[in-house]
């Protein structure tokens, strides 16, 4: 599994870089997970976009969708045979109802009871704490390695489980270790002591705040994973699990 960043910041796009947008490679098949703004942009610097197999989105805030509309464009525009799978949750109907675009892209419900296939991968997905309905995916391809994203989400005793000995954990780290309290995203002492407890081998702290130094969120947060090394999303950063 090879997972390319496209986009890290939080809310919105900055300097040239885009909102959440991660395209993962395994097993032959190319997928994105979340879509936000500024990401099609990205992935045309890798691949064509109408060469995706599917799309998976966390949850329906626009910085993880900004462009689905337009890449539902891209793909009417290029006349392809094949609809795009986009898969969502259907906790919000209305949200839901525009993955689907006629000759362009089909939504498809994936839910937390059962797992979703998408090719040889297996995605798991749980519930998490936010101001709408989001999902965390835990995603297993068939040697066994696991990719865990929280999406976003507020820290809750769930995510140390869902994210349990996963090879790479990308975390939603919004905020530095001096924000605290009820908030929606987890700060640095969380998304680091998350990874130690799960005893993931990788953290990836992503979702970043424009407004903070990126190195210092590293440091916050590789003081609280204890020995799991952690790096700092980046636009461009591979990592090959
Ligand atoms: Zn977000
Ligand atoms: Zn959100």
Redesign the pocket.
């Given at each position: 599994m090879l997972v390319t960043v496209l986009g890290f910041y939080?809310?919105y796009p900055h300097d040239g870089i885009g909102?959440?947008g991660y395209l993962l490679q395994a097993d032959g098949k190319k997928l994105l997970i979340d879509c936000?703004s500024g990401v099609l942009n990205a992935l045309s610097k890798y691949m064509k976009p109408t060469d995706l197999d599917a799309v998976v989105l966390s949850?329906y805030?626009h910085?993880?969708t900004a462009d689905v509309g337009v890449l539902q464009y891209e793909w009417l525009a290029a006349k392809k045979e094949n609809l795009l799978p986009i898969y969502g949750h259907t906790q919000d109907f209305v949200n839901y109802a525009q993955l689907t675009v006629e000759n362009a892209t089909k939504g498809i419900a994936y839910n937390d009871y059962e797992p979703t296939e998408i090719g040889d991968l297996k995605f798991e997905f749980l519930r998490t704490v936010h101001p709408v309905p989001a999902y965390a995916m835990r995603i297993t391809d068939k040697e066994g390695k696991v990719l865990v994203y929280t999406a976003?989400t507020t820290y809750f005793d769930g995510l140390v489980d869902f994210a349990k000995d996963a090879d790479l954990l990308i975390a939603?780290t919004?905020f530095p270790e001096n924000v605290t309290g009820r908030k929606a995203?987890l700060n640095t002492k969380e998304a680091g002591t998350l990874a130690k407890d799960a005893k993931v081998k990788r953290l990836m702290i992503s979702?970043l705040p424009q407004t903070v130094d990126l190195e210092t969120m590293l440091s916050q947060s590789q003081k609280y994973a204890g020995d799991v090394p952690v790096v700092h999303a980046f636009e461009g950063l591979e990592v090959d699990l």
């Open positions: 939080g809310g909102t959440s936000g949850h805030h910085d993880h976003d939603d919004n995203h979702h």
